[in-house]
Every structure is written in structure tokens, then in C-alpha cells.
């Protein structure tokens, strides 16, 4: 359909759809799912990091780090780091009683570690074994170097040794990794691209710093995570049940991964306009709030509950099931839904909107760019969709439905030449349509107890396809040029406007009919009955015929049915029948040529003919 294509086009043009590639949202669940910050090309020190429930893994200068959360056990490059054959260690038979910062002496190949119970410990870098213990800084690694990488692992919140005097559990202007298992412990990774690995279930603040930040957790249930606040890339990976709490991002590229996780009740936000990106993975986000402003924002979300604020860029959103909830956004968007109910959306730029499977008590208003509803072979249930002035809108569907309580409700306000379209391969039940003033094309497999209003109030050309029955419905057009094709018409009235109008079908009863100031051809190929039929005031013609094998007309029958014109008429018609109430074929001045097979009054009833009356035109009978 012309229309239709044209209208399906320009909404493809407006998606505008984010460039970075999206993460993996089912990679799994829980302890399961391992992040990675690869899909932006994030610039931080190590893009290969490894978080669960319970460990994490990380590459510092080349080497890899792992801890498990749960043992307390730790390797370097795969050797255990073990403590407990160190000389002078009576204090230090536990090394996660105390906090611990490792740092890597290239020049002497040994793994430094300093305690917080002022013992110094290395490692060969190379084969993981014991090398030398001390207490405070007697070992020859030379004072820990904040300007370097170091690894931090906080236990007990209280402090570091570094140099000869306790400091908190943050980071230096290396690129540090702190893992931190204190409860309410606030952290900042200072500069350099930091990493932080949070085991704790409250914090106060996660803060990456200033660089490129990679900040990691798991359950938390209270507390503030911020990365990239210096406009840097960043990357923040969830894993479990989050409950409360904020994510804040800045204005580089960003990720945030929760793929396995539930997020309640949580905040999230980015740099706002002038972001460069931000995609957002999650399992399930349950209430708070998302504000993402980038000029690119992509989210991924099984189930979605939390109300969703996007910019003016280019924004995606993928979700499995979407309740309760309104989304917002300022820019050009791509949005999919399995389910979606009782949720409003917001657009304002242009906007293609697929649903996958139903899409019940919906308000959906796009915006005034060209937009496009997918719901092809899907229910819309109860739904209400509307546009802005100036919109090209076109919506596909398996059916519009709803209730005499709860009707289905679509309002387009398209003006142009481009025009609005509805195409529904099933039923349109109980459904207020209006598709603007502009350009409007309407398919469906049937229209019940609806009101279709098209085109009304403009010039532009309708068209309307009913490839079933049209029971008990409105149908109003402007003064286009509109071509209409019902095939069954019940208990029905068409109000066609001024323009040239065609109206095709099979079969009529009940019906009534308007036509305007142009010319209407009305043509059924089977009976006519209890209708009126007004064509107005244009060259008209009325037929109530089908085709013989040889192409000939076959007039088919026209009972109590009040046909009336006021131009020039050709009406052709099988056996036409007055009923109880009478009816009268009323031909107004001009020239007019009738054919019928026969005229047959009613028991008491005459049927009339009346044509040209106080004109000079002639006239066939």
C-alpha cells in the first residue's frame, strides 16, 4: 500500500539507532554472570575483569590478580599466595584480618604486600613462593608507590600502611584495584583508570575518581556508586539483588551491566546532555528512577517497572515485559516490548515502537517526526495512541480492540501529504480512530461498534479497506478524494465529504449513507436492504449488480432503501421493493438514467420514483 510504505519508510529513517553494540543481557544470572567492558572500548586499565557473587579476577601490569570472597584465598598469576609459612607470623596467621595493599616491584620481580598490622611480606613475581617478611617496611621492596598501581584490599576500614602511616582505603594516581569487604566503607579510586570490586552489602560512596573507572558490586542494599564523574568512560557491573542505592555515571561512554540482577528501588543516572553514550543491561528493575540523557542511550531489561527519563539523542530501549511505568524521551527512539501494560509513553521526535506480543492499557504519544507502531499479527487492548501536529504516523497491528468501558482510543494529527496509516489484519471492536486531516489510509479484517473518523476537517484523499463486515460503526471523511471498500456493511452509517468518493461492496442492511458536493459512485455487487442512501449533490451513481459470465450486469435487489441525489444520476439495480415505512428513489434536477428489473410495492405501500422535478433535463427510465 502506498501510503503505508511511504509512511514506514520515514519512520525508519527517524530511529536513529545507537551505535554501540548492546551487552549480553541473558548471559546469566547471579553468581553466573561475568562482566566485561568491551562493548564500548572502554579505556580503563583492564577490560578483562571478572566479577561474581563470590570472586573477582583483574589484570594489574600484566598479571593476574584473583580473590574469592568466600575462602579468602588469592593467586597471582595462578600461583596461591600463601601466607601462613612466613617468618615472624604469629599476628598474621589470618591475612583478611587486616587490610592489605599488594604492589608489584618489577626491578626486584616481588609482589609486595603491606598490612595494616604493620607486617611487609613479598612474593617471587614469578613462581607465587614466599620470599621475605618483616615487620613494618624492613623488607627491601623500597615504600609503597601511590603513583603506581596497587591492589587494595580492605577488611577491616581501617587504613592502609603506606609509608609509615595509616590512610584510607582509596587509591593513588596509578591505575589501583581496590577490592573492599567492609561494610560501610566509602572509597575513592583518586586519578588513574581505577577498578573497584565491592564485596559489602552497604557502602557510603563508591567513588571511581577521576579517569577512566570500572567499579564493580554485588547485593548492595544502600549506598552511592559514581564513575566517569571527570567526563571519562565508565563502566559499572551488578551482580545479585540491589536494593536501594545509586548509580551515577558522567558524560563519557558508559555501561552499566546488571545482566542476571534485580535492581530495586535503585537510581540511575548519567552526565545528562553532551554524554557521549550510556547503555544499560539489566534482569529486572523494580521502581526508582532512570534519567539517561546521552546523545546515544541504549537499554536492554528484562522486566521494567522504574520510570524512564531519555534525552534528546538517539535512544533504544529493549524490554521483555514493561508495567506500570512512564517513559519519557526528547530525542529519536527505537522501542521493543514483549508486554506491555498500563504503561505510558512518551515521545516527542521520531519513534518506531514494535510489540512482540500484547500491549494492553498502553498510552502511547509520539512525537511530530515520522513514527511507526509494530504490532504486527499482536492485540492492542484498550490501548491509546496519539501523535503530534505534523506527525506521518503508521500503525500496524493483528487487532485494535476494546470494551464498551474501556474503548481503544487512536489520534493522529498528521496534516501532510505524507499522510497517516492503520493497517489491522483482524478486528477493529469497540476502537475511536481518527487519523488526522492529512493523507489517511485505514485496512482491517472487520470494524465493530467503532467510530472512524478520516481525513475529517481536510482535502486530502482517504483510504479505507474492510475486508469483512462493518456492524454497528461510524465511518466520516473529509473532502478528499476517498475510495472506500466494505465488503458487508450492518447497521452502519458513511459520511462521506465533499470530494470524489467511491464506495464498493457486497452487501448492505441498515445502512446509511451521506455523500457531499462531489461525485459519488456507490456500487454493491449483492442486496441492498432497510438503508438510505443520500449521494449528494455531485454526479453520482448507484448500482446494486453483479457480473453474468459474459461480463454483463446482473442487477441484484434493493429493499426499502430510500436512494436520494441531487445532481445528474445513473442508478442500476435488480428488483427494488417499498417496505412497511415506503421508500422512494428521489432524483433531483439534472439528467438521470434508472434501470431497474422491476418496481414492487408494499401492501399499502407505494414505491415512487421521482426525477428532474422542476428541471428540463431528460431522463431514462
Same mark, same amino acid.
Do not use: C
Given at each position: 500500500m502506498k501510503i503505508m510504505k511511504a509512511t514506514m519508510s520515514a519512520a525508519a529513517r527517524g530511529t536513529n539507532a545507537s551505535t554501540f553494540r548492546m551487552v549480553r543481557r541473558d548471559a546469566g544470572s547471579g553468581d553466573s554472570a561475568n562482566f566485561s567492558a568491551e562493548a564500548l572500548n572502554l579505556s580503563t586499565a583492564n577490560k578483562n575483569a571478572k566479577f561474581t557473587a563470590s570472586t573477582m579476577s583483574v589484570e594489574v601490569e600484566g598479571h593476574t590478580f584473583t580473590f574469592n570472597n568466600s575462602t579468602g584465598a588469592m593467586t597471582w598469576?595462578?600461583?596461591?599466595?600463601?601466607?601462613?609459612?612466613?617468618?615472624?607470623?604469629?599476628?598474621?596467621?589470618?591475612?583478611?584480618?587486616?587490610?592489605?595493599?599488594?604492589?608489584?616491584?618489577?626491578?626486584?620481580?616481588?609482589?609486595?604486600?603491606?598490612?595494616?598490622?604493620?607486617?611487609?611480606?613479598?612474593?617471587?613475581?614469578?613462581?607465587?613462593?614466599?620470599?621475605?617478611?618483616?615487620?613494618?617496611?624492613?623488607?627491601?621492596?623500597?615504600?609503597?608507590?601511590?603513583?603506581?598501581?596497587?591492589?587494595?584490599?580492605?577488611?577491616?576500614?581501617?587504613?592502609?600502611?603506606?609509608?609509615?602511616?595509616?590512610?584510607?582505603?582509596?587509591?593513588?594516581?596509578?591505575?589501583?584495584?581496590?577490592?573492599?569487604?567492609?561494610?560501610?566503607?566509602?572509597?575513592?579510586?583518586?586519578?588513574?583508570?581505577?577498578?573497584?570490586?565491592?564485596?559489602?552489602?552497604?557502602?557510603?560512596?563508591?567513588?571511581?575518581?577521576?579517569?577512566?573507572?570500572?567499579?564493580?558490586?554485588?547485593?548492595?542494599?544502600?549506598?552511592?556508586?559514581?564513575a566517569g564523574s571527570d567526563g571519562s568512560d565508565a563502566y559499572v557491573g551488578l551482580v545479585g539483588v540491589m536494593n536501594g542505592g545509586s548509580v551515577t555515571v558522567g558524560k563519557g561512554k558508559n555501561i552499566i551491566e546488571a545482566a542476571g540482577a534485580t535492581l530495586n528501588n535503585i537510581s540511575i543516572t548519567d552526565g545528562g546532555a553532551g554524554t557521549k553514550s550510556t547503555a544499560l543491561m539489566a534482569k529486572i528493575v523494580n521502581g526508582g528512577v532512570l534519567n539517561l540523557g546521552a546523545d546515544a542511550t541504549g537499554l536492554d531489561?528484562?522486566? $521494567? +517497572?522504574?520510570? !524512564?527519563?531519555?534525552?534528546?539523542?538517539?535512544?533504544?530501549? @529493549?524490554?521483555?515485559?514493561? %508495567? *506500570?511505568? =512512564?517513559?519519557?524521551?526528547?530525542?529519536?527512539?527505537?522501542?521493543?516490548?514483549?508486554?506491555?501494560?498500563?504503561?505510558?509513553?512518551?515521545?516527542?521526535?521520531?519513534?518506531?515502537?514494535?510489540?512482540?506480543?500484547?500491549?494492553?492499557?498502553?498510552?502511547?504519544?509520539?512525537?511530530s517526526g515520522a513514527n511507526t507502531v509494530n504490532a504486527a499479527g499482536k492485540t492492542l487492548t484498550s490501548v491509546d495512541i496519539s501523535d503530534t501536529a505534523g506527525a506521518s504516523t503508521a500503525i500496524l497491528a493483528g487487532s485494535v480492540i476494546g470494551t464498551a468501558a474501556a474503548r481503544s482510543k487512536i489520534a493522529l494529527n498528521g496534516n501532510g501529504t505524507d499522510g497517516n496509516g492503520l493497517v489491522v489484519s483482524g478486528a477493529i471492536t469497540y476502537a475511536d480512530i481518527n487519523t488526522g486531516s492529512g493523507k489517511?489510509?485505514?485496512?482491517?479484517?472487520?470494524?465493530?461498534?467503532?467510530? $472512524? +473518523?478520516?481525513? !475529517?476537517?481536510?482535502?486530502?484523499?482517504?483510504?479505507?479497506? @474492510?475486508?469483512?463486515?462493518? %456492524? *454497528?460503526? =461510524?465511518?466520516?471523511?473529509?473532502?478528499?478524494?476517498?475510495?472506500?471498500?466494505?465488503?458487508?456493511?450492518?447497521?452502519?452509517?458513511?459520511?462521506?465529504?465533499?470530494?470524489?468518493?467511491?464506495?464498493?461492496?457486497?452487501?448492505?442492511?441498515?445502512?446509511?449513507?451521506?455523500?457531499?458536493?462531489?461525485?459519488?459512485?456507490?456500487?454493491?455487487?449483492?442486496?441492498?436492504?432497510?438503508?438510505?442512501?443520500?449521494?449528494?449533490?455531485?454526479?453520482?451513481?448507484?448500482?446494486?449488480?453483479?457480473?453474468?459470465?459474459?461480463?454483463?450486469?446482473?442487477?441484484?435487489?434493493?429493499?426499502?432503501?430510500?436512494?436520494?441525489?441531487?445532481?445528474?444520476?445513473?442508478?442500476?439495480?435488480?428488483?427494488?421493493?417499498?417496505?412497511?415505512?415506503?421508500?422512494?428513489?428521489?432524483?433531483?434536477?439534472g439528467s438521470h438514467s434508472v434501470t431497474l428489473a422491476s418496481i414492487v410495492s408494499s401492501t399499502g405501500v407505494r414505491a415512487t420514483v421521482k426525477m428532474d422535478v422542476g428541471g428540463t433535463q431528460a431522463s431514462d427510465v
Open positions: 598469576d595462578g600461583k596461591k599466595l600463601d601466607f601462613s609459612n612466613f617468618d615472624r607470623i604469629q599476628t598474621f596467621a589470618n591475612p583478611l584480618a587486616y587490610d592489605l595493599t599488594f604492589q608489584l616491584n618489577s626491578a626486584a620481580n616481588e609482589l609486595a604486600v603491606y598490612s595494616s598490622g604493620a607486617m611487609s611480606h613479598a612474593f617471587n613475581a614469578t613462581t607465587g613462593a614466599q620470599v621475605k617478611s618483616g615487620m613494618g617496611w624492613e623488607i627491601a621492596t623500597g615504600v609503597l608507590d601511590r603513583t603506581k598501581a596497587m591492589i587494595v584490599l580492605n577488611n577491616r576500614n581501617q587504613g592502609t600502611w603506606v609509608g609509615g602511616s595509616l590512610s584510607g582505603p582509596n587509591g593513588g594516581t596509578g591505575n589501583d584495584v581496590i577490592i573492599n569487604r567492609k561494610e560501610g566503607t566509602s572509597i575513592t579510586g583518586g586519578g588513574g583508570n581505577d577498578q573497584i570490586f565491592n564485596f559489602a552489602k552497604t557502602v557510603g560512596t563508591l567513588d571511581g575518581g577521576t579517569g577512566s573507572d570500572a567499579i564493580y558490586s554485588v547485593g548492595l542494599s544502600a549506598g552511592a556508586i559514581t531489561v528484562g522486566t $521494567l +517497572n522504574s520510570n !524512564v527519563t531519555l534525552g534528546a539523542g538517539a535512544n533504544s530501549l @529493549v524490554a521483555d515485559k514493561v %508495567t *506500570g511505568v =512512564t517513559v519519557t524521551s526528547s530525542g529519536n527512539d527505537s522501542f521493543q516490548f514483549k508486554d506491555l501494560a498500563g504503561t505510558n509513553i512518551n515521545a516527542s521526535g521520531s519513534s518506531v515502537v514494535n510489540v512482540t506480543n500484547t500491549a494492553k492499557n498502553a498510552k502511547i504519544k509520539l512525537g489517511g489510509e485505514l485496512s482491517a479484517a472487520s470494524v465493530t461498534n467503532s467510530i $472512524l +473518523n478520516m481525513g !475529517v476537517g481536510g482535502t486530502s484523499a482517504q483510504t479505507v479497506t @474492510v475486508k469483512g463486515a462493518m %456492524t *454497528g460503526s =461510524t465511518l466520516k471523511t473529509g473532502n478528499g478524494n476517498d475510495t472506500i471498500s466494505i465488503l458487508t456493511t450492518k447497521n452502519s452509517t458513511v459520511n462521506l465529504g465533499d470530494g470524489d468518493n467511491t464506495y464498493t461492496g457486497k452487501t448492505a442492511g441498515n445502512l446509511t449513507y451521506s455523500g457531499g458536493a462531489g461525485r459519488d459512485d456507490v456500487h454493491f455487487s449483492g442486496s441492498v436492504v432497510n438503508s438510505s442512501m443520500d449521494l449528494g449533490q455531485g454526479t453520482n451513481s448507484f448500482k446494486a449488480a453483479t457480473k453474468d459470465k459474459n461480463g454483463n450486469d446482473v442487477g441484484q435487489a434493493v429493499t426499502n432503501t430510500a436512494i436520494k441525489s441531487y445532481g445528474s444520476t445513473t442508478i442500476l439495480a435488480g428488483k427494488y421493493t417499498a417496505g412497511l415505512t415506503g421508500n422512494m428513489i428521489d432524483l433531483g434536477v
